[in-house]
T-cell receptor, first 113, second 113 residues
Framework: EDQVTQSPEALRLQEGESSSLNCSYT??????LFWYRQDPGKGPEFLFTLYSAGEEKEKERLKATLTKKESFLHITAPKPEDSATYLCAVRSESTDSWGKLQFGAGTQVVVTP | DGGITQSPKYLFRKEGQNVTLSCEQNLNHDAMYWYRQDPGQGLRLIYYSQIVNDFQKGDIAEGYSVSREKKESFPLTVTSAQKNPTAFYLC????????????FGQGTRLTVV
């Protein structure tokens, strides 16, 4: 069964204090790893898709990387507006779960001025 | 503007009543999904549909029903058989295929009173 585990559950940062979030996964053949940002009471907003180990994607202060077992979301010099819950999700090549997007529980990030 | 529209934003239901949540998309996406989100938990898949007139159960389908009569619409009915329906419900859609990200609506918060 596909599993996605995110750590830490919560992260409190000072403005400008860089850090990383972890998403570890076990799937029968990865067909895509996705990062989302979710603000309270809103739907998740798509950030990145990673397909293969060694791949990296960047957007403003965020950088996502992928290995064969985990993905990291690096937040460089965060600002208070980066406060949100960050969700990781995977798709596998398993025929039993074709089309399904399996989510982790998320990491809640709070950035204080 | 292209996007996914969920309605209503807030919904109150009396115990024993069925209620239907609306989800419409104008992105021309083939696949659509319904997720449930509870505090401190990740998104759990209720139902998903890859094409019109076809849908599959997700991980927590008991007490829910869906239909997919049109490409643009994927309504979710929360039946009286769902024991704990109070939650935040999210609809998403994506292009068909493995390596495609999903885009989410803004959610419906259902409260049983």
């Amino acid at each position: 069964e596909d599993q996605v585990t995110q750590s830490p559950e919560a992260l409190r940062l000072q403005e400008g204090e860089s850090s990383s979030l972890n998403c570890s996964y076990t799937v029968s053949g990865l067909r895509g790893l996705f990062w989302y940002r979710q603000d309270p009471g809103k739907g998740p907003e798509f950030l990145f898709t990673l397909y293969s180990a060694g791949e990296e994607k960047e957007k403003e202060r965020l950088k996502a990387t992928l290995t064969k077992k985990e993905s990291f979301l690096h937040i460089t010099a965060p600002k208070p507006e980066d406060s949100a819950t960050y969700l990781c999700a995977v798709r596998s090549e398993s025929t039993d779960s074709w089309g399904k997007l399996q989510f982790g529980a998320g990491t809640q990030v709070v950035v204080t001025p | 503007d292209g996007g996914i529209t969920q309605s209503p934003k807030y919904l109150f239901r009396k115990e024993g009543q069925n209620v239907t949540l609306s989800c419409e998309q104008n992105l021309n996406h083939d696949a659509m999904y319904w997720y449930r989100q509870d505090p401190g938990q990740g998104l759990r898949l209720i139902y998903y549909s890859q094409i019109v007139n076809d849908f599959q159960k997700g991980d927590i389908a008991e007490g829910y029903s869906v239909s997919r009569e049109k490409k643009e619409s994927f309504p979710l009915t929360v039946t009286s058989a769902q024991k704990n329906p109070t939650a935040f419900y999210l609809c998403a859609s994506s292009l068909q295929g493995f390596n495609t990200e999903a885009f989410f609506g803004q959610g419906t918060r259902l409260t049983v009173v």
